[in-house]
């Protein structure tokens, strides 16, 4: 079946370090891979995606390539702000073999300090 | 893109009752799941709505414990039957779009005493 693994986390970085939160996956099919954060009390958002090989997706500074050949998705930022404390989720929706259903990483925890 | 609105936003139950969790979209879907998220847990999925069929759901959960309705194309409830403490948690609704991306609805915190 498919499945996500995160780095273990929590991650706490001082404000404009680099972070990366890798993410590698397992499908049977050609996933389209998502990144998903959660800030403090409020819902899920899609931060960004990628829906085939070597497609890189990116938003409000948030970066990740779509890598088959090692079946990784990590998620990168060259300057983190104190905004961007939250919970990230790695996510694969797989339409051949799970449908639209989507399947979550482990979250991983981001503090940033001042 | 896919607004959905779900009540309530939050509850505090007597272990024992039952509490249903209704989820609304904006446009009609064929599909609409329901998550689960435990505190400090990812989001696990407890089943798939489909609009004129049963609920599918997934390993670890059944019918007795999480009935769902679906009776149009945006519209669907969850109850949470005979709770417990361990089901409290964040119960959050889903659509998807033909790229396999999920859009969320705000989620509802379940606190069971």
């Known amino acids: 079946g498919n499945s996500v693994t995160q780095m273990e986390g929590p991650v706490t970085l001082s404000e404009e370090a680099f972070l990366t939160i890798n993410c590698t996956y397992t499908?049977?099919?050609?996933?389209?891979l998502f990144w998903y954060v959660q800030y403090p009390g409020e819902g899920l958002q899609l931060l960004l995606k990628?829906?085939?090989?070597?497609d890189k997706g990116s938003n409000k500074g948030f970066e990740a390539t779509y890598r088959k050949e090692t079946t990784s998705f990590h998620l990168e930022k060259g300057s983190v702000q104190v905004s961007d404390s939250a919970v990230y989720f790695c996510?694969?929706?797989?339409?051949?073999?799970?449908?639209?259903?989507?399947?979550f990483g482990e979250g991983t925890q981001l503090t940033v300090n001042p | 893109s896919a607004v959905i609105s779900q009540k309530p936003s939050r509850d505090i139950c007597q272990r024992g009752t039952s509490l249903t969790i209704q989820c609304q979209v904006d446009?009609?879907?064929?599909?609409m799941f329901w998550y689960r998220q435990q505190p400090g847990q990812s989001l696990t999925l407890i089943a798939t709505?489909?609009?004129?069929?049963?609920?599918?759901?997934e390993s670890g959960f059944v019918i007795d414990k999480f009935p769902i309705s679906r009776p149009n194309l945006t519209f669907s409830t969850l109850t949470v039957s005979n709770m417990s403490p361990e089901d409290s948690s964040i119960y959050l609704c889903?659509?998807?779009?033909?790229?396999?991306?999920?859009?969320f609805g705000p989620g509802t915190r379940l606190t069971v005493l």
């Open positions: 889903s659509v998807s779009r033909s790229t396999g991306r999920g859009y």
């Open positions: 499908a049977t099919g050609y996933p389209s």
């Open positions: 990628a829906t085939k090989a070597d």
């Open positions: 996510a694969l929706s797989d339409q051949e073999t799970s449908g639209s259903r989507l399947t």
């Open positions: 446009s009609q879907v064929t599909m």
């Open positions: 709505a489909n609009q004129g069929s049963e609920a599918t759901y």
